[in-house]
Nanobody, 114 residues
């Protein structure tokens, strides 16, 4: 099974930046796409951004122009650069890897203060 380890969350003021990282291990050859989802308090989990093996990216409308997803295939790592953060970006961010099934990281807390 694919294992995912996330890092990079924390507390930041509005307008600030954070960079999340997610390293995949085990059966990484089976991964077709990786991405980030988030769950805000009282809300359902939502897609933030994804990137395929070919580099095709998808973003939620709410983060377009502020967040950038990238992938280092040699390191089996996906990154999420988050700029111009807003309080509504506060959530637990989960890394996702998609192969024949979905794999999830443990989540990392991002808190943006106003």
């Amino acid at each position: 099974q694919v294992q995912l380890v996330e890092s990079g969350g924390g507390l930041v003021q509005a307008g600030g930046s954070l960079r999340l990282s997610c390293a995949a291990s085990r059966m990484t050859f089976s991964i077709n796409a990786m991405g980030w989802y988030r769950r805000a308090p009282g809300k359902q989990r939502e897609l933030v951004a994804t990137v395929t093996n070919r580099g095709t990216t998808t973003y939620a409308d709410s983060v377009k122009g502020r967040f950038t997803i990238s992938r280092d295939n040699a390191k089996n790592t996906v990154y999420l650069q988050m700029n111009s953060l807003k309080p509504e970006d506060t959530a637990i961010y989960y890394c996702n890897a998609r192969s024949v099934m979905d794999y999830w990281g443990q989540g990392t807390q991002v808190t943006v203060s106003s």
